[in-house]
């Protein structure tokens, strides 16, 4: 009991209850501290008596009780208290002691004193937030409506209840407030008790349509510059065996939080039992109403500007904190973030066994914290896994209700804290419930800063797409067993889903009634971001946590299993094998084979020049004898330094049919880039012509061999190169991150399964062309150059500028009606955007890879050609795409990439190369046929990006390709984005510490940074800004 100040009215205590349990917690309290303190701990509870030697947190107390009990202990005791205090001291009689031994100063306390106050008070700072929000919807929501649905048992007097709903809105001034603007601010406007009634509406529904009727009625939003923020349904709910009624109130969060439903209720029922008796409520006044907490508030806190104020103390806490708080937690969202996708929410429910809900409790006990802590832990866990990432935020509530004044008053005091965990370190489950103790109790004990002054102090960026600081929200609350009893009815709790959503998840943890009552749980989530499915999913795994946290306590958490078997199996061996690995033969052999079937039939379309089969093999293998005696060998690379044209053709297929390794070198490239090529990895011979023999580096000393010079055709018996499939192919060159490029060889076997599942999959023929556009040293080339030809078709070679004009490309294809052409998706949408684009009818497919495709670029070529876009994935260590899937518009924002082709393995793996769940996000790993054999000469980095395979057997590998993705539920992959700084500009990859390498190397050059603009307009650009030496 408090006196009209808000102090404890000690006359008032009750005396002791001499039929109070005798067990060793109920002992007599042996000082008045300790008495008082009994109260106190059960009334954080809400039970009836509480023994000085009886545990909090065994009586049901957790995180958020402990909270409200060491507000009302500082107010009532003048003591500091902290939560933590009572966390090691958790009884009564140990917090009396506690306080007694350190001698704890009083806290400095403000007397509730009449205070004058503007006829239209402010708003406290969490109505703010709230009001902006409100008022930032398009649509009014219903998102932050609070439903308190009752089933009443017993007869109901309607008049009553309205009368009792008037007394209430009387009481608490907040319930008769409207929020009007003014001047552009929003202020408290409070109604007169007569002026603002609470509208009580009686609805008539049967059983089976109660839930629906309840949840329209809940979702009904508030117009609150003009409406009060508290409804009332009673619904008559007719039945065969009688009549029931239900009773519902809707109180706008604005307005009330979880914590003002008890002094709400029972309030409602003090008024409807006088009521019923035909008089007014009799009951204490409050000592203040919430508009004075409002004013009040700051002087409690005191002034940021005086550093050792309480408030100042706790900003320097958060500030540090939360210092470099990532601004998104990843999350296996179905739908990307919008800034219009709206608060439509939806909930899936789970339970937990017994021997878990057990299990969770030892854990807590064992650890000194509660059972929130032991959930909080394994949420952090979840969400690492989930995401990713060590540095887990989790959004936490707290009452906000320290000051014991007010306890019973009807207002949105709760305040919202950030729970930052480190996950790092692959801790045990009670290390890290021990990690999630600490920052509980550090958030608790500096919980008096407003959220929104947070976000205000820590400058963080506005977004509609994401709430600030966290996305996830966690809840922990106990269930009573019965309702309040209202005016001689007995009540019952009945659950209301409003189908609203604030954040992107919102896991609830609800302790049944009962000491060893059951925990059951569910997950809120926003529709617009998530399907039911996911969250269904993500249901699961935060179940299989919490029971390994229960069973396995002291295992490190990274033994624990997020997928069933069967899962595991299906990642790792279902959606890998659709198609068995191709044996090819040699691709010399193959393409000698395909020109003796029709040496006549065009191969090959430069121009003005068409050569045929026969007369290309001949060329080929005139030039391959002639590499031979050079002293080519099997598997040496053989440069070729040659534009886009016949020859190039003639030269690529010569140095196969020599059984050498094919390394393009493009004339177009800086004489700096050639020359670190060639020193990198000298080749065997080079081939290039006359006109471009200038662009070697002075002192090249291998032989070189010029096309343009007279030979003697192949001898009589030239057999084609049979080589073995481990040896180098062809070598291509990406970029490297120490500025100078890597070379990246890639055997038979590689591009030979490559070519054959391209081709059973996209069949080419006799009758069919093929564009040839891409530069000489990219590694789609490679397939433009030799798969066409394998299958009999013809290339259609584009002019060596000709890749750059989309309406020349446009040309090419109308006049020779070729089938297939390969885009990146940033040529693709220009070529899309060409006028002569949509005259393109031959086409049968359009091919796109090296870049992201996105859902705008596949609608518009849908809009344009009538043939379909086909997207590739697969970097040059993987033998040019490894999937390649049509792409349909609508379907999502990036086209998924699809399954594995023939004898490719892909993992999605976390940091610690597990297999991640679906729509998890994680590394994706290459294995099977067509990996590279690393880079020449690059030991450390070969062995960096090719790890062994922990599935597979001994001395297979893996590629770690650094792109971020994730598989589907119908076992497709979907990229994501790059885990490190390498981009891919017009489908060239580039690494920007090699661009800022090379600038460093400039005399005139202090310091540079390198980065892809895609905020300009037109295509996206490489952007540098540099520091002179000057």
């Not at 089933?151 to 209430?168: K, P, V």
């Not at 993500?538 to 033994?559: C, K, M, N, Q, S």
Request: aromatic content about 6%.
């Amino acid at each position: 009991p408090l006196t009209e100040n808000g102090k404890v009215d000690r006359a008032a205590l009750p005396a002791p209850d001499s039929e109070a349990p005798a067990g060793p917690g109920h002992r007599t309290p042996s000082d008045q501290r300790t008495e008082l303190l009994c109260h106190v701990f059960a009334d954080a509870l809400g039970l009836p008596d509480f023994g000085p030697h009886e545990d909090f947190f065994e009586r049901g107390g957790h995180s958020l009780s402990a909270m409200s009990l060491v507000g009302r202990a500082r107010t009532l005791l003048d003591a500091e208290l902290s939560v933590g205090d009572l966390f090691s001291a958790r009884t009564p009689a140990a917090t009396a002691a506690l306080l007694r031994a350190a001698r704890t100063p009083t806290r400095p306390s403000v007397d509730v004193v009449d205070r004058p106050r503007p006829a239209e008070p402010p708003l406290s700072a969490a109505q703010q937030r709230l009001w902006f929000l409100h008022r930032l919807e398009e649509e009014p929501t219903a998102a932050y409506n609070v439903p308190i649905a009752l089933r009443l048992t017993g007869t109901l007097d309607e008049r009553a209840l309205e009368g009792a709903l008037a007394d209430l809105a009387a009481r608490h001034e907040v319930l008769r407030t409207v929020f009007p603007e003014r001047e552009g601010r929003a202020v408290q406007h409070i109604l007169a008790p007569g002026e603002a009634p609470v509208p009580l509406t009686v609805r008539t529904t049967a059983p089976d349509a109660l839930d629906a009727a309840l949840a329209g009625a809940a979702s009904l939003p508030f117009a609150l510059d003009r409406e009060t923020p508290l409804r009332a349904d009673l619904f008559r709910v007719t039945a065969e065996g009688g009549t029931s009624d239900v009773l519902l109130l809707v109180l706008h969060h604005i307005a009330g939080d979880e914590w003002s439903v008890r002094p709400l209720l029972d309030d409602l029922a003090t008024a409807l039992a006088a009521r019923s008796d035909g008089r007014p409520p009799e009951w204490t006044p409050l000592p203040l109403q919430y508009a004075d907490h409002t004013l009040r508030h700051q002087d409690l806190l005191g002034d940021e500007t005086d550093e050792d104020s309480e408030i100042s103390r706790q900003v320097r806490y958060w500030k540090d904190r939360l210092a470099g708080l990532p601004p998104e937690l990843p999350l296996p969202l179905d739908r990307p973030r919008r800034p219009d996708t709206g608060h439509e929410g939806g909930i899936v429910e789970f339970g937990l066994s017994p021997e878990t809900t057990a299990g969770l409790r030892r854990l807590a006990s064992r650890t000194g914290a509660t059972p929130f802590m032991v959930a909080h832990a394994a949420l952090a866990l979840l969400l690492h896994r989930i995401g990713g990432t060590d540095d887990v935020p989790v959004g936490t509530l707290v009452a906000g209700r320290d000051d014991a004044a007010v306890h019973d008053l009807v207002g949105f005091f709760v305040n919202t804290l950030v729970l930052r965990t480190d996950v790092g370190g692959d801790p045990t489950p009670a290390r890290l419930v021990a990690r999630a103790r600490a920052a509980t109790l550090d958030a608790l004990d500096h919980a008096d800063v407003p959220f929104e002054r947070l976000v205000d102090l820590l400058d963080v960026e506005r977004s509609l797409e994401r709430h600030p600081l966290f996305q996830i929200m966690l809840n922990y609350q106990t269930r009573t067993a019965e309702g309040p009893e209202l005016g001689g009815l007995s009540s019952e709790p009945v659950a209301v889903h409003t189908r609203t959503a604030k954040f992107d998840l919102t896991f609830t943890l609800v302790q049944e009634p009962g000491a060893d009552g059951p925990l059951n749980g569910g997950i809120t989530y926003r529709t617009g971001l998530f399907d039911a499915a996911t969250v269904r999913r993500i249901a699961d795994w935060y179940e299989r946590v919490l029971a390994t946290f229960a069973d396995h306590p002291d295992r490190p958490v990274g033994d624990c299993r997020l997928l069933t078997d069967t899962e595991h199996h299906q990642l790792l061996t279902t959606w890998n094998s659709a198609e068995e690995p191709v044996q090819p033969a040699s691709l010399a052999r193959e393409f000698a084979e395909r020109a003796a079937l029709a040496p006549d039939a065009p191969a090959v379309i430069d121009g003005e020049r068409t050569i045929p089969y026969g007369e290309l093999l001949a060329d080929a293998q005139s030039l391959a004898a002639l590499l031979r005696e050079r002293g080519v060998r099997h598997g040496e690379p053989v440069a070729v330094l040659l534009p886009r044209s016949a020859e190039l053709v003639t030269a690529a297929h010569a140095v196969l049919q020599a059984g050498g390794a094919y390394l393009p070198l493009d004339p177009d490239h800086p004489a700096a880039r050639l020359s670190a090529m060639l020193d990198e990895n000298p080749p065997a011979v080079l081939l290039t012509d006359r006109a471009r023999r200038g662009l070697l580096p002075d002192g090249f000393d291998r032989p070189v061999v010029l096309l343009d010079d007279p030979r003697p055709a192949a001898p009589t018996g030239f057999a084609p190169a049979e080589p073995h499939p481990a040896q180098p192919a062809y070598i291509l060159h990406t970029s490297g991150s120490t500025g100078r490029p890597k070379a990246v060889a890639v055997p038979h076997r590689a591009i030979g399964n490559r070519l054959a599942w391209t081709r059973r999959r996209f069949p080419l023929g006799p009758v069919d062309r093929m564009l040839a556009k891409a530069a000489p040293g990219f590694d789609v080339s490679v397939w433009e150059l030799t798969g066409p030809l394998l299958a009999g078709a013809t290339v259609v070679l584009a002019g060596p500028d000709a890749h750059r004009d989309p309406a020349e490309l446009a040309r090419l294809i109308r006049e020779h009606g070729v089938q297939a052409v390969h885009f990146v998706p940033s040529m693709l949408a220009l070529f899309a955007a060409e006028p002569e684009a949509a005259r393109c009818t031959s086409l049968r497919w359009i091919f796109s890879g090296g870049e992201a495709l996105t859902d705008t670029l596949v609608r518009r070529c849908a809009e344009v050609f009538t043939a379909p876009v086909v997207n590739q994935y697969g970097p040059t260590e993987a033998a040019v795409d490894v999937t390649a899937r049509t792409a349909v518009p609508g379907e999502q924002p990036l086209a998924p990439l699809g399954a594995p082709g023939a004898g490719t393995r892909a993992y999605v793996l976390d940091a610690a190369l597990r297999p991640v769940p679906p729509g998890v996000s994680g590394e994706l790993y290459l294995g099977g046929a067509q990996l590279a054999l690393g880079y020449l000469g690059r030991t450390a980095q070969t062995a960096e990006r090719f790890v062994a395979d922990p599935f597979g057997a001994p001395g297979e590998r893996l590629y770690r390709t650094g792109d971020l993705a994730r598989w589907n539920v119908r076992g497709e992959l979907e990229y994501l984005r790059r885990a490190d700084d390498q981009v891919k500009l017009r489908g060239v990859r580039i690494e920007p510490e090699e661009v800022r390498t090379s600038l460093l190397g400039h005399p005139d050059v202090r310091d540079a940074l390198v980065l892809v603009r895609d905020d300009l307009p037109g295509a996206p650009r490489l952007v540098v800004a540099y520091e002179d030496e000057g």
